[in-house]
């Protein structure tokens, strides 16, 4: 795995405005080195002083893209994902390659993934996976000005994209077939778009 950069402490104690709350690391012992993440167990202190262990899978960047066609529809994938041990509907997603900036990755992402290259596309947000233990950042975007265009996908990945309407994106938030977080993130956010006239 390619060097994953930590924290910046000062950043972010900064902003949040919170210095009283920044944990210092001390020091820590590196227990798997992968392809996609890194195990490490850290000491750090607490503000107050005290010693304790914390648990960080270092992962890199990864985009999720939220992509809709001319007729207002969203493109979901279908994937199985082996630690939910279930197929889960998502938005297309990935892991940002050495080098690579965010926007770009999100246009190959979609090409590999769906066969579809956007014509325009807009960072919406960055956000933590799951900040208890990950460093994973994911960053958002809103595509649209779609053209088919197919990039080679991983020789790992199975998925099968889909289009779906408003109302049906609707009707799979309300029975409870999205479980994925960034993909659950990311249709509340466009449905709250398309609503007040900001999207579409």
Not at 37 to 42: F, N, Q, S
Not at 99 to 121: D, K, M
Not at 148 to 154: Q, V, W
Request: net charge negative; no cysteine.
């Amino acid at each position: 795995m390619t060097d994953v950069a930590g924290p910046n402490v000062a950043g972010l104690a900064l902003s949040g405005g919170r210095s009283d709350l920044v944990e210092e690391r001390v020091d820590g012992n590196q227990l798997y080195d992968g392809r996609i993440i890194r195990l490490r167990v850290d000491r750090v202190r607490l503000p107050g002083g005290r010693i304790v262990s914390r648990e960080v899978i270092e992962h890199r960047p990864a985009v999720v893209v939220l992509a809709e066609n001319k007729a207002g529809e969203v493109l979901l994938i279908d994937q199985f994902r082996y630690p939910a041990n279930e197929v889960l509907i998502e938005l297309p997603a990935g892991i940002v390659e050495d080098g690579e900036e965010y926007e770009a990755a999100a246009i190959r992402e979609l090409q590999e993934e769906t066969g579809w290259r956007p014509g325009s596309v807009t960072k919406v947000a960055e956000f933590f996976s799951s900040p208890g233990f990950t460093s994973e950042l994911l960053v958002l975007f809103y595509a649209s000005g779609l053209s088919a265009s197919k990039l080679p996908e991983d020789e790992d990945e199975l998925i099968i994209p889909r289009f779906e309407s408003e109302s049906a994106v609707e009707e799979l938030l309300s029975a409870g077939a999205i479980r994925d977080g960034k993909t659950l993130f990311g249709l509340y956010w466009w449905l709250h778009g398309r609503k007040t006239g900001k999207i579409g």
